[in-house]
């Protein structure tokens, strides 16, 4: 078995698709497109991304903190119990997991260990193909 393999049958969860996809797509700054659809984890995944880039890691940690939490939430609307898989292949689940490979990345870099390690097999645990696409691929 490989990690993100579903051992325990928990179907695995699927978002709807998120209206902040298409205005990201179409070049709206992730900022405008965070305050017009708070909900979205891609809209903050983005903008925890663009920070991380920049080197600015405490903006990146509260970005994808927020886009996790709210992930969270959709998740559970979706019918998520706390396991499972959350699949890259769907792709309006992919905002989750990069807002989670991302606050992995801004914990580490602000230190917090526990976190960034949980947060890392979190998106290990949830699909093995984020893993991967995401670098958190076990080695």
Do not use: C
């Not at 078995?1 to 992730?30: F, H, I, R, S």
């Not at 706390?82 to 990069?98: A, C, I, K, S």
């Amino acid at each position: 078995m490989m990690p993100g393999d579903n051992l325990l049958g928990v179907p695995a969860t699927e978002l709807p698709p998120d209206p902040a996809a298409a205005k990201l797509e179409e070049g709206v700054a992730a900022d405008q497109v965070a305050a017009a659809y708070p909900a979205s984890s891609l809209a903050w995944a983005t903008l925890a991304e663009d920070a991380l880039a920049d080197n600015r890691t405490v903006e990146a940690y509260a970005y994808a903190r927020t886009g996790y939490h709210r992930g969270l939430d959709a998740l559970r609307r979706a019918g998520w119990r706390g396991q499972g898989p959350v699949p890259w292949e769907h792709e309006p689940n992919r905002g989750f997991l990069r807002a989670l490979a991302a606050l992995s990345r801004a914990a580490g870099a602000i230190g917090e260990t526990e976190e960034e390690q949980r947060t890392a097999q979190f998106v290990r645990d949830s699909s093995a193909t984020a893993a991967r696409e995401l670098g958190f691929a076990a080695g």
